[in-house]
């Protein structure tokens, strides 16, 4: 039997062409790339990533474009990269410019916020155009010390990725949705017990009996034990 060796050259992988010269000079160029991102994001105003909107980061995907290829590419000149950057910021001047004039032409740049949750239910799944994540928004939740839907009156998700919780009072909070991992595992489309149960998949909560049962709002028949806590602060 024939065997084919490979004899791997680890120089010409790691390190190739590369001489100590243009090391030092990828140091600089990187250096000042980067520096150049740096300046341009806080001329745009923001503190954190969470600030971002879609337009946004559109912006910095062209910056990061922009700013790559002159930190390791000798063909190419960091002048014509200044060049790029100094478009893009133009670019998000006029734009910012024009969505503060224009409501409707800022709903098409940003985006409009999305309201997640209604008197502790979910108002997004039958939406089927959206991009809505459960498990994600519950981990929102966890870390908004919030227990269930129950506790929830209003949640919107703003258009830079923020969520705003608006919450019942302690006496009027509700039955709702666990969003503790363990008790939210617990689901079965066999009610076990007669009582208080919420709908895996939209929140709905409903007074049920021992047996199988649909959910009336969104037609579903899984349901976990819902519970009514109030919110700890």
Not at 17 to 45: C, N, P, Q
Not at 174 to 179: D, E
Request: net charge neutral; charged share 20%; with cysteine.
């Amino acid at each position: 039997m024939n065997w084919i060796s490979v004899q791997l050259d680890f120089r010409k992988i790691f390190i190739g062409d590369l001489s100590f010269d243009f090391a030092a000079e990828i140091m600089i160029r990187t250096l000042l790339m980067f520096s150049m991102v740096l300046l341009v994001l806080r001329l745009t105003g923001k503190k954190g990533v969470r600030q971002l909107s879609i337009f946004e980061v559109a912006i910095i995907i062209a910056m990061g474009s922009a700013a790559g290829d002159p930190m390791f590419t000798q063909d190419a000149s960091i002048f014509v990269s200044l060049i790029v950057f100094a478009a893009i910021i133009i670019l998000y001047r006029l734009i910012t410019f024009w969505a503060s004039k224009s409501e409707q032409f800022e709903k098409v740049i940003e985006g409009e916020p999305l309201y997640v949750i209604e008197e502790g239910r979910f108002t997004l799944l039958d939406d089927h155009s959206h991009t809505f994540a459960k498990d994600e928004f519950f981990a929102e939740m966890r870390q908004a010390s919030i227990e269930h839907l129950g506790q929830i009156k209003t949640a919107i998700l703003e258009t830079n990725g923020n969520i705003s919780f608006y919450y019942y009072t302690d006496d009027e909070v509700r039955y709702g949705l666990p969003v503790q991992p363990k008790v939210y595992g617990k689901k079965s489309v066999q009610i076990p017990l007669p009582g208080m149960y919420a709908c895996t998949y939209c929140g709905r909560t409903e007074k049920l009996e021992k047996g199988p049962a649909h959910c009336p709002s969104c037609k579903k028949n899984e349901w976990v034990t819902a519970i009514n806590p109030v919110r700890i602060t």
